[in-house]
Structure formats: C-alpha cells, structure tokens
C-alpha cells in the first residue's frame, strides 16, 4: 500500500513539473511570436537597440497601473513596434507563398531562441543575401541593420534552392524607395522614432513612475 502510495506521489510530481515544463515552453514561443524579437539568439533583449527598447516597455508596462495614462502610452508604443515587426514578417510570408509554400511558410517564418549560427549551413551567402534584401529592397521598414532572425530564414532558403528566387521576388514586389517616399515616411506620426523612444524609456527607467505617480503592480 506505501509502495503504491509513493508511487501515486512521484507519478503526480512527475506529470506536474512536466506540465509546468510545457505550459512554459508554449508561453516562451508566444511570446517570440508576438514580439518576433530581431535578435532571437539574445535572451536578454539588450543587444539591437529596437529590441532593448521593445524589452523595456514590456517590463516597464509589467510595472504600471492598468488603466492608467502611463499604462495606455506604453500599449500605444509595443503595438506599433510589433506593427513594424508583424508588417515585415507579412512582406516575407506573402513572397514565400508566391514561391509555392503555402503550407511551409509559416515554419519557415518561425525563429526561436534556441537559433545558432554554428548550425547555419550557409552564413556567408546568406549575409551577403540579407545585405541585398536591406540595400536593394523595401522589404524592411527601416535604414537600420537588417534584422538577424531572417539570417536564419535565408539559411533555409538556400539549403532549398530558394534563396535567388526569394531575393528576385523581393526586388520585383519591394523595389528601394526614393528620397521623397523616406520624406513622407519620416513624416508618419504611426512610424516609431527609436530614438525619441529610447530617451522616453531611459527617463521613464530613471523616474521609475509614470505621469500620474500612481502605484503600480505587475502584470500578467
């Protein structure tokens, strides 16, 4: 009967902390999804300017008052730097689907974390490719380096045979802007000007309260 009973217990612990193991794991990759974060093999977010800064108004909306002005000002500036993330993402799934894969796309798409440059079978050509994908194209929202997670994406690319085809794709759907099409994207209130917004969250770092100097409590 012990023998049963401690049976029970360790079968019980066993599936708990395999439970927990998964229903963190899956928070993990949603929260990659979300926020399709530019430098994946950086856990701490700190590396790319524009992700440092989307990290820290994620931690800084964790800290503040829901319902508050402070809190509605930060959701304001993470939804537009995920709209700018989401809006390239969406540029690369449509040129994907016009190649044929349709089913593959969003696998191809999906960069996790766990990401190496040691298993990349192809890192020089698929540097070289980004770097005409950002100086050949407007397949990227900004003048700032090209994104690494699409390093990885152009690797598969070119174990398949793909990558020339994607980047002629790109070229044809995503020509370069000219200067007046930067002038007037310059001029979009909706485009996020990184860095008016990592001196916001320096000062908001410093002050460590928002406008209203309410209380704050974090979030889920």
Not at 109 to 134: E, F, I, K, P
Not at 172 to 190: C, G, L, M
Not at 200 to 215: A, F, V
Request: hydrophobic share 30%; charged share 35%; aromatic share 8%.
């Amino acid at each position: 009967m012990v023998t049963v009973f401690v049976r029970f217990i360790l079968c019980f612990c066993v599936s708990h902390d395999t439970l927990e193991y998964f229903d963190r794991e899956a928070k993990k990759r949603r929260d990659q999804e979300t926020n399709l974060w530019n430098e994946p093999g950086d856990p701490s977010h700190s590396e790319r300017d524009d992700d440092r800064a989307l990290y820290n108004l994620l931690q800084s909306r964790a800290q503040t008052q829901r319902g508050s002005r402070g809190y509605r000002r930060l959701s304001i500036d993470i939804e537009a730097m995920r709209d700018m993330r989401r809006e390239v993402r969406d540029k690369w799934k449509m040129i994907l689907e016009n190649l044929g894969f349709m089913a593959e796309a969003e696998s191809l798409l999906t960069v996790s974390t766990s990401a190496s440059y040691d298993r990349m079978r192809n890192a020089a050509v698929a540097r070289s490719l980004l770097q005409t994908l950002h100086t050949e194209t407007s397949i990227f929202n900004s003048k700032e380096p090209p994104p690494e997670r699409y390093l990885f994406i152009l690797d598969r690319l070119i174990y398949l045979d793909a990558a020339e085809d994607f980047v002629a794709k790109a070229r044809r759907f995503y020509p370069p802007k000219d200067d007046d099409d930067d002038d007037e994207e310059e001029e979009n209130p909706s485009r996020i000007n990184l860095p008016l917004l990592l001196s916001r969250m320096n000062q908001n770092i410093s002050g460590g309260e928002d406008d209203e100097g309410e209380t704050t409590s974090p979030e889920e």
